[in-house]
């Protein structure tokens, strides 16, 4: 068999954005191997059947059901674990995010299969999956080939992009008992800790802060133009860890992986840590005081200047041309 299995999210009714564009990469990589991709949701009665066939229109051509806890790791790997020994599938695959690492790490531990994490790319050649994933600091690629029975694939956030193609999908219910250990925990609460309804994950424009905003009170700045641009704001570790901006919204290797369409680096220095959450990112835009930061070695439009003169213009600008 060489059919793909992949774990969708959901929150609230709508599926997750990177669970789909890993959906969008199984059905690719399946129909070069000559099988199919199949999606599984875990939850409750948020998950309709007209929600379930949707993941079709990513290529999905069966949705596997089961009710049970939404959010939680084991009590998904328990349904995964099922659906790939009643139907045989070749790999498993997560969009990533710390949830998709738990549940493909604890798949990979349940029926002893090799696992890779951080995955940014995935070929099929002579009937197989190869894996790529960045190693030391990014500078080289590595490549994993599985054996055995199953191969599961973690991939970095954002790096498989949805796309559409109007299918649906056969929505198939799947009854689980669940593993003692599985049902312990109960979730209390869902929920970014900013306090803000914008997916830093999803959203096209990340305004970013670091250091050089001075203060926690030097948010406000990247905050204002955020609004104005309809984007969210992102921080760098020296921040979050000075208190400055909740730990949710930071980028970098002990933090999110994104890649949106522009992310504008507002007092940052551009450390190699930093650099691996967000060199993805279609455009970046760095505004630094300091014209030998390393940031300017890898953004696209460089602005050496203060910043607390610089943002507030650019915030006015915008506001001014979308009234216009
Ligand atoms: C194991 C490990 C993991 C790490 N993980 C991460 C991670 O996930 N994410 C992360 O971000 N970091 C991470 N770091 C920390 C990283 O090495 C850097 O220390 C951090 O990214 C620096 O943050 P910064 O750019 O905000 O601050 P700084 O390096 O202090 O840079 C501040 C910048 O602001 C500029 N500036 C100051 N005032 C102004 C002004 N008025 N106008 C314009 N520019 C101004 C300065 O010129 C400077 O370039 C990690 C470090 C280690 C060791």
Redesign the pocket.
């Known amino acids: 068999m060489s059919d793909i299995l992949v774990y969708v999210l959901h929150y609230e009714g709508k599926l997750n954005k990177n669970s789909l564009g890993a959906v969008s990469e199984g059905a690719r990589l399946a129909a070069e191997l000559g099988g199919q991709c199949h999606a599984v949701v875990v939850g409750s009665d948020d998950l309709t059947d007209a929600l379930c066939a949707t993941v079709g229109d990513w290529g999905a051509t069966k949705c596997f059901r089961a009710k049970g806890p939404e959010g939680l790791a084991q009590p998904v790997v328990d349904v995964m674990a099922k659906v790939i020994d009643d139907n045989g599938h070749a790999y498993a695959l997560f969009g990533g995010g710390l949830l998709g690492f738990e549940i493909g790490a604890g798949l990979a531990a349940r029926k002893h299969a090799g696992v890779t994490m951080e995955v940014t790319a995935v070929r099929a050649e002579n009937g197989e999956l190869i894996a790529e994933r960045p190693i030391l600091q990014d500078s080289q690629i590595s490549e994993s080939r599985y054996r055995g029975g199953l191969g599961v694939i973690i991939a970095r956030l954002n790096a498989f992009e949805p796309k559409q193609t109007g299918g649906t999908a056969e929505v198939v219910d799947v009854d689980v008992e669940y593993s003692p250990w599985s049902t312990r925990a109960t979730m209390i609460g869902r929920g970014e800790q900013r306090g803000e309804d914008i997916n830093i994950e999803d959203a096209d424009v990340l305004i970013a802060g ?3 905003l ?1 203060a926690a009170e030097g948010f406000k700045l990247a905050e204002d133009l955020a609004a104005a641009m309809g984007g969210a704001v992102a921080a ?4 979050v860890d000075a208190g400055w901006y909740p730990y949710s919204t ?6 999110k992986t994104v890649a949106p369409k522009l992310y504008l680096a ?9 650099k691996v ?1 967000m060199q993805g990112s279609e455009n970046i835009v760095a ?4 014209a030998n ?1 390393p ?1 300017f070695e890898f953004c696209d439009l460089g602005i050496v ?4 003169k610089i943002l507030p213009k650019l915030t006015e600008a915008v506001k001014a041309k979308k009234a216009g």
């Open positions: 670091g250091r050089g001075g760098t570790r020296a921040v930071q980028i970098g290797q002990t933090g507002a007092g940052i220095s551009g450390a190699i840590q930093h959450g505004i630094n005081k300091d930061a940031i200047g203060d910043l607390n």
